[in-house]
């Protein structure tokens, strides 16, 4: 089978960097997924990593190290909309992402 | 990118009756998925609908509970059947993206309470 784990809640203020961090393990390996989701909203997809090192989308970042079985997703210039849970999804020995159980990112002015 | 629909948004029912939910794509996709969130959880895939073929279902979910059909290449629906309180979720459908890098689009959700 395979697993993640993410912490449940991060805080940060407004302007400041925060880094989300995935840990998975399983026994084939696709790619590592990033998800936002503000409340009652749907997931909209973020970013994608399925070589080694840090895939940069404006003020979003995503790195992965397979070696390691360990992700993370930068968000610089946080700002208050950014408040939302991110998820990292694991497509391990399908293609089909498997969630982690989401990080709840509370940022403050 | 895919626009996706979902109907009804959101439903209260009683207890051992069930509950059509559709979901539209606005493009032609070979798989839809179908997820349930359960209140500040994870998303889980309950199956996966390929079109002209049975729905894959994933450990936990059965046919008999949630029965999936895939008519055509931009529509699908779940049933919840013979609901307890324990189905109250969201339930999610989507999709693939074109490009290579495992993107899915998700509709909206259909807010479920079982009483």
């Known amino acids: 089978g395979q697993s993640l784990e993410q912490p449940s809640e991060v805080t940060a203020v407004e302007g400041a960097i925060v880094q989300i961090n995935c840990t998975y393990q399983?026994?084939?390996?696709?790619?590592l997924s990033w998800y936002q989701q503000h409340d009652g909203g749907a997931p909209t997809f973020l970013s994608y990593n399925a070589l080694d090192g840090l895939e940069e989308t404006g003020r979003f970042s995503s790195f992965l190290s397979r070696s390691d079985s360990y992700g993370y997703l930068l968000l610089q210039e946080l700002q208050m909309k950014d408040s939302a849970s991110y998820f990292c999804?694991?497509?391990?020995?399908?293609?089909?992402?498997?969630f982690g159980r989401g990080t709840s990112l509370i940022v403050h002015p | 990118s895919a626009v996706i629909s979902q109907k009804p948004s959101r439903d209260i029912c009683q207890r051992g009756t069930s509950l059509t939910i559709q979901c539209q794509v606005d493009?032609?996709?070979?798989?839809m998925f179908w997820y349930r969130q359960q209140p500040g959880q994870s998303l889980t895939l309950i199956a996966t609908a390929n079109q002209g073929s049975e729905a894959t279902y994933e450990s936990g979910f059965v046919i008999d509970k949630f029965p999936i059909s895939r008519p055509n290449l931009t529509f699908s629906t779940l049933t919840v059947s013979n609901m307890s309180p324990e189905d109250s979720s969201i339930y999610l459908c989507s999709v693939e993206g074109l490009a290579k890098n495992n993107e899915q689009f998700f509709g909206p959700g259909t807010r479920l309470t079982v009483l």
């Open positions: 493009s032609q996709v070979t798989m």
């Open positions: 399983t026994s084939g390996f696709y790619g």
């Open positions: 999804a694991l497509s391990g020995g399908s293609y089909i992402p498997t």
